[in-house]
């Protein structure tokens, strides 16, 4: 029997966690893998350790929000930090033309009018309305938080490129404002306005890559739980939340254990989640409604490898588009993959030369969809034919942008959207989870409460993704329970 049981060990669950077993709560996390941590999870290879999806971090400077965040859940410490290039984190090219997104407001302003001179009020527009939309924002300002709005109306039924489009009418000033596409896969006319507004204020107040995995967060969050009295189960795979005719009263595990509790939460994607509730307290329209919710695309991944000493430590986040339609790029026709990639190195100690880097580019899941049913190891030849294919091509695009750096390469690894789906149990291999669209702003929008009265969800489909999405989030689910003001008393 425990109080709180948390479904999933990603960081949306482990926060819950942290939050509820600090406070006096008895806590149990099921983990179905292996190893913890969600998009936290690392893996090595030839003594090489890669992220697997949280690859770097913004508004880590001392009273910046982030920050204050680590404090508040002891990972100053466990978590160590390289900055990026303060003149140019993001580096953006557009049909072979370099741009770049340097950190501060000002720095921001100056580095990108040095490329559009005339349009320096076009790019001081965007900041401020960026900013205006980030210090509004209950995401950004924890003392404005409720139960029910979480953002503006307006910058929900907004789209990304309309709002952009209003702050300047220069075409290709246009493209490189939305160049980070793939930190939030935007769709045209769909993505809302505050899913970059808050991303790029977060970045633009400092970038910083971890040193040594992103696994370091979970581990730390783990210790900290564990220290507080709560259990992590690994190997733990949820097969049903059981209900009454009133609230939930207890999960079974595959192995046909069962485990009663007081609350339950899921940090588990929420249309996986509903899957394994049976009970009539969620109603029809309900079920189907999250049934029918569309995903952001997923993305086919390259782990590179470096001969030692051969490729130069890069401190900044390379994205690269093959023309300037860098909208829409999900549409792309198989032979024509890749149209457009984000290319990183991971942090070491040693900065002078990089041991490894990411090559990430969109993939539909349609493109495996018919390996679907088999199991990682166990895909046969033609998978591996199209993975080798896939990765040969995203390399030979990156050697056009980096002469030579094929040869640098001693060894790579793929992941396709089923390793994704199977890692991090998103639908589909999604990379975000549920796309956020403005045209249905209520439809996709999915609370942390639900018709059942103890149960809540978490996780990166609630609310925002990304680190500070998700922590948020899964501080406004804790804090059901817990209350907000003691929460933010404690943080602040």
């Known amino acids: 029997m425990f109080d709180i049981i948390i479904a999933g060990s990603g960081i949306g669950g482990l926060i819950c966690g942290y939050i509820l077993s600090k406070n006096?709560?008895?806590?149990?996390?099921?983990?179905?893998?292996?190893?913890?941590?969600?998009?936290?999870?690392?893996?090595?290879?030839?003594?090489?350790?890669?992220?697997?999806?949280?690859?770097?971090?913004?508004?880590?400077?001392?009273?910046?929000?982030?920050?204050?965040?680590?404090?508040?859940?002891?990972?100053?410490?466990?978590?160590?930090?390289?900055p990026l290039n303060k003149n140019g984190f993001e580096v953006i090219s557009i049909g072979g033309e370099i741009y770049k997104y340097a950190n501060g407001i000002e720095n921001f302003i100056d580095v990108l009018a040095q490329k559009f001179p005339e349009n320096s009020d076009d790019i001081q527009c965007y900041v401020n309305k960026m900013k205006t939309i980030a210090d509004t924002s209950p995401l950004y300002n924890l003392q404005k938080i409720n139960s029910d709005i979480y953002i503006d109306t307006e910058y929900f039924t907004t789209s990304v490129n309309d709002f952009i489009d209003s702050c300047t009418k220069n075409p290709k000033l246009r493209k490189v404002l939305a160049g980070n596409l793939p930190l939030y896969a935007g769709v045209k006319d769909k993505t809302p306005v505050y899913v970059q507004a808050l991303m790029n204020n977060f970045y633009i107040q400092s970038a910083y890559r971890i040193v040594g995995g992103s696994d370091s967060i979970a581990f730390s969050l783990a210790?900290?739980?564990?220290?507080?009295?709560?259990?992590?189960?690994?190997?733990?795979?949820?097969e049903e939340f059981i209900c009454d005719e009133k609230q939930m009263t207890k999960v079974r595990l595959t192995n046909r254990q069962e485990f009663e509790s007081q609350y339950f939460i899921s940090n588990i994607h929420p249309q996986v989640t509903i899957s394994k509730i049976h009970s009539p307290l969620l109603r029809k329209v309900y079920r189907d409604r999250i049934a029918n919710i569309e995903n952001t695309i997923s993305n086919f991944t390259v782990f590179l490898i470096f001969k030692k000493n051969s490729v130069k430590y890069l401190d900044y986040n390379f994205y690269h588009y093959e023309n300037e339609n860098i909208w829409e790029l999900e549409n792309y026709k198989s032979e024509d993959f890749p149209q457009s990639y984000l290319y990183m190195h991971q942090a070491t100690e040693n900065q002078e030369f990089a041991e490894s880097a990411q090559l990430i580019a969109y993939m539909r899941y349609d493109e495996v969809e018919k390996w679907e049913n088999t199991v990682s190891g166990k895909r046969g030849q033609d998978y591996q034919n199209f993975k080798r294919d896939r990765a040969e091509r995203l390399i030979n695009r990156l050697n056009e942008q980096f002469p030579n750096i094929k040869d640098c390469i001693s060894d790579y690894y793929t992941s396709s959207p089923l390793t994704y789906r199977d890692y991090t149990a998103t639908v589909r291999g999604s990379m975000y989870g549920i796309l956020k669209d403005k045209n249905n702003p209520i439809q996709t929008r999915i609370s942390q409460r639900t018709k059942i009265p103890n149960f809540f969800f978490t996780g990166q489909n609630i609310n925002s993704h990304g680190i500070l999405g998700v922590t948020i989030g899964a501080i406004i689910t804790a804090a059901e329970i817990v209350g907000k003001e003691k929460i933010i008393s404690e943080i602040f």
């Open 24 to 82: 006096g709560y008895k806590v149990a996390i099921f983990e179905k893998n292996a190893q913890i941590g969600g998009c936290l999870q690392t893996f090595t290879r030839k003594g090489v350790k890669f992220d697997t999806g949280m690859h770097y971090i913004g508004s880590m400077e001392k009273e910046q929000i982030l920050h204050k965040f680590f404090k508040y859940f002891n990972l100053l410490d466990d978590v160590k930090l390289s």
């Open 223 to 238: 210790k900290s739980i564990e220290k507080f009295g709560g259990k992590i189960y690994k190997n733990a795979e949820i």
